[in-house]
């Protein structure tokens, strides 16, 4: 069936330094991938999203990268600061019937230390 | 401009009670999905209602059901509480454009716990 994954459940990180969080995707028919950032108590926040037409794409501090060959995500966070300490998902969607379900992975706890 | 809004924020009901949970989309929005977050796990689609009609359903029980206003507006019932459904209930809101990707806008949740 569809899943979602990740690859590492927690990376802990010192402030300042690039993060790198990643997900494996099994459905090589989603259209859409985003990562979504949960902070304790809070619902999941948008953070950024890629087409499955695109290979990168860059936000602010944040760059999500597609490799589709090996049905592989990953976001990356420049000069991680502590506020970026949260749980991260990665998510897929698929246009059509299915458009509005989104299928989340287990999650990443990021850590930042100052 | 308010996001998504739930209520309420925590709930205590024992095994087999109803319970009904509510949720507020962001202002312009006409979409509502529901999901269920188990501790530790990733949210889990339940449905979405759009027009006041469920559009489309994950892998739940008939246990869960749901509703959708005039208003938009949408609330989702568990029957016959188990032990097991126990979790972070988040509503979130999108606007729906055809069958195009638009981007969801999560509530804080409705944390739920079955005694």
């Not at chain 2, 507006?73 to 029957?79: H, Y």
Request: glycine share 10%; hydrophobic share 30%.
């Amino acid at each position: 069936g569809e899943s979602v994954g990740l690859h590492l459940p927690t990376l802990s990180v010192q402030e300042g330094d690039n993060s790198i969080i990643n997900c494996a995707y099994s459905n090589s028919a989603s259209d859409y991938f985003i990562w979504y950032k949960q902070e304790s108590g809070k619902g999941p926040q948008f953070i950024i999203d890629i087409r499955s037409n695109m290979d990168k794409r860059q936000g602010q501090r944040v760059t999500v990268l597609l490799n589709k060959t090996v049905k592989h995500l990953s976001l990356q966070i420049a000069a991680t600061q502590p506020g970026d300490s949260a749980v991260y998902f990665c998510a897929e969607n698929k246009e059509g019937t299915s458009y509005g379900k989104l299928t989340f992975g287990q999650g990443t706890i990021l850590t930042v230390h100052p | 401009d308010a996001g998504v809004t739930q209520s309420p924020t925590h709930l205590i009901k024992t095994r087999g009670q109803q319970v009904t949970l509510r949720c507020s989309p962001k202002s312009g929005h006409d979409t509502v999905s529901w999901y269920q977050q188990a501790l530790g796990q990733g949210p889990q689609f339940i449905f979405q209602y759009y027009e006041e009609e469920e559009r489309q359903r994950g892998n739940f029980p008939d246990r869960f059901s749901g509703h959708q206003f005039p208003n938009y507006s949408s609330e989702l019932n568990v029957n016959a509480l188990l032990l097991g459904d126990s979790a972070l209930y988040l509503c979130a809101s999108s606007l729906l454009g055809g069958a195009v990707y638009n981007e969801q806008f999560f509530g804080p949740g409705t944390r739920l716990t079955v005694l």
